[in-house]
């Protein structure tokens, strides 16, 4: 039986097209870490992300962290220092996805961060560049206390103050 009903046609293009679109978003390259002119990946839904944090903290303590979303929970993570721990997700259809993390360590306080957002980490019109894997110092300096790292020679990492705000 022949596609000779234009509406079959239709739905049958309509289709195709859903599906290249949504096999495109995803990351199935080993791409490089997180290069300054990677802004093509935050145009795409659904786009591949690898968060690593990396404990810095002055006083060589373990670091606590506790990340979650609205729709994933990492529970409690400890850190030893100079250790890292990592998580991988996708950015949602309607790019809402955020990451908020709980921070504490001894004689450090407690503090949040959102490790990740897409106006910040993801916008390919945003202030800072896209990642895909976004690499992030913790407690370093009192100053900055989070840093997103850039592996690339050449580039100073993007330091942040906490948001300990609701």
């Given at each position: 039986?022949?596609?000779?009903?234009?509406?079959?046609?239709?739905?049958?293009?309509?289709?195709?097209?859903?599906?290249?679109?949504f096999v495109s978003a995803l990351d199935l390259s080993n791409a490089p870490a997180e290069a300054p002119n990677s802004g093509d990946d935050g145009l795409l839904?659904?786009?591949?992300?690898?968060?690593?944090?990396?404990n810095k903290v002055k006083n060589r303590q373990i670091l606590n962290?506790?990340?979650?979303?609205?729709?994933?929970?990492?529970?409690?993570?400890?850190?030893?220092w100079n250790g890292t721990w990592d998580f991988r997700f996708h950015v949602n259809f309607s790019k809402t996805t955020k990451f908020?993390?709980?921070?504490?360590?001894?004689r450090g306080g407690s503090h949040y961060f959102y490790i990740f957002k897409v106006s910040r980490d993801d916008s390919p019109f945003g202030h800072f560049p896209v990642c895909k894997e976004c690499i992030w110092e913790v407690g370093k300096d009192d100053e900055n206390p989070i840093c997103r790292i850039v592996r690339e020679k050449g580039y100073?990492?993007?330091?942040?103050?906490?948001?300990?705000?609701?």
């Open positions: 039986m022949a596609f000779t009903n234009k509406p079959h046609f239709i739905l049958l293009f309509m289709i195709s097209f859903i599906l290249i679109l839904p659904l786009a591949g992300k690898h968060v690593v944090i990396h962290v506790h990340c979650r979303s609205s729709e994933d929970d990492f529970g409690m993570v400890h850190i030893p908020r993390c709980h921070f504490t360590w001894y100073l990492p993007w330091c942040f103050k906490w948001e300990d705000g609701p």
